[in-house]
């Protein structure tokens, strides 16, 4: 029997399928869809130290294999994720890993500190990556210095293992994947979504209220790949692999390119089953194929 169990640093999953950040919100969605416990961990929704509405509609547009969206991180904010939606997630039984988000350095650590003490968050995932916000989130992630310092700052403070999230819309992702080990990182998750705008051809303006948004699904895929595979050859720290993954073969990809994990997104709203799915087939393929682990193909598409 293969055992899904992965580690990325000091952090072990019970499978390699995590819900990606922003697609099942704080759980409540898909819990009554399938046993959540089936996840190697939940990424909660970008959380940010205050409460925070988001972009104007419209958020979302369809587009040839992918989704645009520009919510802007609407959440609740850290005191009322900390009274209202942790206890739920912990009663749930789901491993959380919480997506925190700033306008400064301060807010950063601030979040780091405070969820570092709460009972149930296994990690954070340090979101520096986020194309359609106006302030922070993508500001830190496009300087490999700017991140260092951020990283390390934010390193000082947490208790709980530290994922950095990193983003497409840069030059060169290997040189941002390297400041964040440098700072402290333990682990990366890569890559966030692609910056992009749908124009509506009857008003003959931008379909969405913030102009540009986000661009996820099987479109990005083979750009998040090639990213992986190049961070994961100039790297030491484990990746969690995330764009477009929607059944067995684009996990796989994603796998031999170098991440230990993947993270479906997208996928989600498409087919709320795809997590479940997912690990079903994953598991029956490292049986059929004699592996006991994933961890004997992570990387093997590396010359």
């Known amino acids: 029997m293969a055992d899904l169990k992965v580690r990325l640093g000091p952090l072990e999953l019970r499978t ?12 409540d969605e898909y819990s009554h ?12 929704k970008g959380l940010t130290l205050n409460p925070r509405a988001g972009n104007v509609p419209p958020r979302i547009a369809e587009t040839p294999a992918g989704l ?14 900390l009274s209202r939606e942790l206890p739920k997630l912990r009663g749930q ?36 990556s986020c194309p359609n916000v106006e ?36 030059t060169d992702i290997v040189e941002l994947a390297q400041a964040a080990q440098k700072g402290g990182a333990d682990a990366l998750s890569l890559i966030n979504t692609i910056k992009g705008m749908v124009i509506d051809i009857h008003s003959m303006r931008p379909l969405l209220g913030n102009i540009s948004g986000g661009l996820s699904g099987p479109a990005i895929r083979p750009v ?30 994603f796998i ?9 997104g997208t996928g989600n709203f498409v087919d709320p089953y795809t997590i479940p799915q ?19 193909l992570v990387g093997v598409a590396i010359d």
């Open 93 to 128: 039984g789901v491993p959380v890993i919480v997506n925190i988000a700033g306008e400064k350095e301060e807010d950063y650590i601030v979040l780091a500190e405070e969820l570092s003490k709460a009972e149930g968050i296994i990690a954070l995932e340090l979101n520096v």
């Open 256 to 264: 031999l390119a170098g991440a230990s994990a993947v993270a479906v």
């Open 135 to 170: 302030k922070g989130g993508l500001s830190f992630g496009t300087s490999p210095d700017t991140l260092y310092e951020l990283v390390w700052k934010v390193r000082e403070t947490c208790r709980v293992p530290l994922i950095v999230k990193l983003s497409p819309n840069v």
């Open 278 to 296: 997912l690990v079903s087939s994953l598991k029956s393929f490292l049986e059929e194929k004699g592996y006991n682990s994933l961890e004997p």
């Open 33 to 44: 869809l399938f046993d959540v416990n089936c996840l190697g961990a939940l990424v909660v």
């Open 224 to 253: 998040a790949v090639r990213m992986v595979y190049e961070v994961f050859s100039r790297t030491k720290i484990p990746i969690i692999g995330m764009g477009g993954i929607m059944y067995l073969e684009d996990a796989l990809q």
């Open 68 to 81: 645009l969206n520009s919510i802007g991180l609407e959440n609740p904010g850290l005191d009322t994720f």
């Open 16 to 27: 390699p399928v995590v819900a990606a950040s922003g697609t099942v919100g704080f759980g």
